[in-house]
């Protein structure tokens, strides 16, 4: 079995920071793309950003310039620094990974409130 756990969610200020985790674990041969997405109520999953094995990344136009995506191969971890976070970021954010022999996946979710 694999599962992928995300860890770094809370709650912060405007304006404020914050850093997800999300670590592969399991029978896993390779990872090959990974991303963040997230849901807030009432609302549909959206991607938030994506990386490539090799390190392209792509993201959404509404957090370009304050959150990076980033990845260690050697851990199978995933990353995002999300910064001058604003409350309309407020969402359940949802790692996903593309996993060779086991497909796409996707984490628990971890909370991320963004409140004065």
């Known amino acids: 079995q694999v599962q992928l756990v995300e860890s770094g969610g809370g709650l912060v200020q405007p304006g404020g920071s914050l850093r997800l985790s999300c670590a592969a674990s399991?029978?896993?041969?390779?990872?090959?793309?990974m991303g963040w997405y997230r849901q807030a109520p009432g609302k549909q999953r959206e991607l938030v950003a994506a990386?490539?094995?090799?390190?392209?990344?792509n993201y959404a136009d509404s957090v370009k310039g304050r959150f990076t995506i980033s990845r260690d191969n050697a851990k199978n971890t995933v990353y995002l620094q999300m910064n001058s976070l604003k409350p309309e970021d407020t969402a359940v954010y949802y790692c996903?990974?593309?996993?060779?022999?086991?497909?796409?996946?996707w984490g628990q979710g971890t909370q991320v409130t963004v409140s004065s």
């Open positions: 399991g029978n896993i041969f390779r990872v090959n793309a």
């Open positions: 996903n990974a593309d996993l060779l022999n086991w497909g796409n996946r």
């Open positions: 990386i490539t094995r090799g390190g392209s990344t």
